[in-house]
């Protein structure tokens, strides 16, 4: 049974650092197209920033460009969001998602995604 446990959320002044976590667990780790997208209240679940765990290869969205970086430990099976600069409007319910599949262009789309974590809120405050 595929599991992912997100963590590292909080609040912040903006400007300020964050890092999540999230932990998988059963056999998706090495074959997943895996990362984290948010949601805002009365706004859609967006895509933040994926990483083909194979490759290592990631894929963004253009409003974290520079801010977020994503990383892994592979033998913790366990991925990394750095968030720096945060700003407002980063404020959101992050979650952690992955599918056993490379990103490519359709990385954004959480309909395409099958495993997700719990959330964890990120607040950032002006």
């Known amino acids: 049974q595929v599991q992912l446990v997100e963590s590292g959320g909080g609040s912040v002044q903006a400007g300020g650092s964050l890092r999540l976590s999230c932990a998988a667990s059963?056999?998706?780790?090495?074959?997943?197209?895996m990362g984290w997208f948010r949601q805002a209240p009365g706004k859609e679940r967006e895509g933040v920033m994926v990483?083909?765990?194979?490759?290592?290869?990631?894929y963004y969205a253009d409003s974290v460009k520079g801010r977020f970086t994503i990383s892994q430990d592979n033998a913790k099976k366990t991925l990394y969001l750095q968030m720096n600069s945060l700003k407002p409007e980063d404020t959101a319910m992050y979650y952690c998602?992955?599918?056993?599949?490379?990103?490519?262009?359709?990385?954004?789309?959480?309909?395409?995604?099958?495993?997700w974590g719990q959330g964890t809120q990120v607040t950032v405050s002006s």
């Open positions: 990483i083909y765990i194979r490759a290592g290869t990631t």
């Open positions: 998602a992955a599918r056993i599949a490379t990103c490519g262009g359709t990385w954004y789309n959480p309909n395409l995604f099958g495993y």
């Open positions: 059963g056999y998706i780790y090495s074959s997943a197209c």
